[in-house]
């Protein structure tokens, strides 16, 4: 498959140049892609064979999980959708787009935004899954997410009429809300923050607030001897050889040095008293993902920590060398913080057996979206939402001036992706009829559709399956 590697940020040096500059730079970069134009979606650009793509994208994970991963994408086509970025990536490579760079979330789903504690405490909604993060085309993110909510939205049983106006919404919040960012001095950006919450968001909030540790603790362990332990949920949360789980343990030696001094000093006062292995979201399944529980001496004060393996990002081939990070850890958890100005006091990055993973707190006042807050006027509310969201990201990680100077005042760019989420949706559909036809030809094995999911990481919602 040919590569297409993308040049350096093209927009000016924000600090050589003013606002207006910056803007004008934007508005000329029409002449590279009209913005109607960033609607075009056809499948004739293809050199690739969907199912091989998907499988070879999978090859480096844990083989005997991967029936569970193709279980969930066979589920339903967002399920697919869900468990394509590196379909998409290929798909999103070769397109025409302008060329202006911000961190990107890479994943970028309805499924992936939800509530978490931030560090003062309050409960924010905000995207919160970064496994995909890299420097790209902002184009990248508004796509998938335009295509996400028709999928969604038709999942949640909308008709596609009210799945084209919630991507409408969605575009023209995202593009509105870029230009009242453009127009804020560079400390406002920084630490811009989203409270409000219409209804959908109130629901997952709601949620959140009952997602206390203490909770999780009743939750998710048994006492086994007087000792609080992790449940076993096979084949999807289980316990590990003795040497696996002290590898994981050791490993929190090199990612304290990943906290700030301040918050290593909070982290030093836990000891772990159980691990377990876990299979974590659509995405995500068949890497390795281990899960902590630790006690600061008291009962009453628990911590359940993730530990979650990260390969490179889907979109890596398609970006310049040298503009990711070589730790696939530190590359997450470096896009995050571009992205939201507040996050889990405890993220940060390590090492196990040559391999990056993730470390962040494990379902802290965490909650996510369901279909039923989906369904009618919640879906296009949800919409506005999150195109204020990806806008805050982008403007804090790139150019906000260039990016408004670009997509203007008019509707062209809101029409264009509406009917670009349209045809992706419909392409979707297509390539998930190929992944269940190779099921059913043998080509690909999945596991049975009846018992427990996998558990889910954070923002992420799975079918239910149990392994074959």
């Known amino acids: 498959m040919m590569l297409t590697v993308l040049p350096a940020i093209s927009s000016p040096d924000p600090a050589h140049r003013t606002r207006e500059e910056r803007r004008s730079f934007g508005r000329s970069l029409r002449t590279r892609i009209k913005r109607i134009d960033q609607g075009d979606w056809s499948p004739t650009q293809r050199t690739f064979d969907v199912v091989d793509l998907l499988r070879e994208a999978n090859r480096s994970r844990i083989a005997r999980l991967l029936p569970i991963k193709w279980a969930h994408m066979a589920a339903s086509p967002f399920g697919f959708f869900r468990g394509a970025v590196p379909l998409m990536a290929a798909d999103l490579a070769p397109l025409p787009c302008t060329n202006l760079l911000t961190q990107i979330c890479g994943d970028a789903h309805v499924q992936n935004l939800g509530a978490f504690e931030a560090p003062d405490g309050r409960l924010i909604f905000d995207i919160n899954d970064f496994d995909e993060s890299v420097v790209a085309p902002w184009e990248w993110d508004v796509k998938r997410m335009s295509a996400s909510l028709v999928l969604a939205g038709r999942q949640a049983g909308n008709p596609d009429k009210l799945c084209q106006s919630a991507v409408l919404a969605f575009v023209e919040r995202y593009r509105e809300s870029l230009r009242r960012l453009s127009e804020m001095a560079v400390v406002d950006i920084a630490r811009h923050q989203v409270y409000r919450a219409v209804s959908p968001v109130r629901s997952v909030l709601r949620k959140a607030e009952r997602a206390t540790p203490q909770h999780n603790l009743l939750k998710l362990t048994v006492i086994v001897n007087g000792k609080h332990r992790i449940r076993d949920m096979k084949p999807t949360q289980f316990h590990i050889r003795h040497a696996e789980a002290a590898a994981a343990v050791d490993s929190l030696r090199a990612y304290a040095k990943t906290l700030s001094p ?66 696939q850890g530190q590359r997450v958890i470096e896009g995050q913080r571009a992205m939201q100005m507040q996050s889990d006091i405890f993220l940060g990055w390590t090492t196990i057996d040559g391999r990056d993973y993730v470390v962040r707190q494990l379902r802290d006042h965490k909650a996510a979206i369901e279909d039923e807050d989906l369904k009618g006027n919640g879906l296009v509310q949800y919409a506005r939402m999150v195109g204020e969201l990806l806008a805050k990201g982008h403007a804090r990680s790139g150019d906000p001036c260039a990016l408004a100077g670009y997509l203007g005042v008019s509707d062209r760019f809101d029409i264009a992706m509406t009917r670009f989420a349209v045809a992706y949706a419909n392409q979707t559909m297509k390539d998930f009829e190929a992944l269940r ?31 074959a």
Request: hydrophobic share 45%.
């Open 437 to 467: 036809r190779a099921i059913r030809m043998g080509k690909l094995k999945a596991a049975s559709l009846a018992q427990p999911a996998p558990a889910r990481s954070a923002g992420e919602k799975s079918p239910r399956a149990k392994s």
């Open 262 to 327: 301040e918050r290593a000093h909070f982290f030093s006062q836990y000891v772990t008293a159980d691990v377990v292995f876990r299979v974590v979201g659509t995405g995500s399944v068949g890497t390795r993902d281990y899960v902590l529980l630790m006690f600061a001496g008291a009962i009453a004060d628990p911590l359940f920590l993730q530990i979650k393996e990260e390969p490179p990002s889907a979109y890596a081939p398609y970006v310049a060398v040298g503009s990711v990070p070589r730790h």
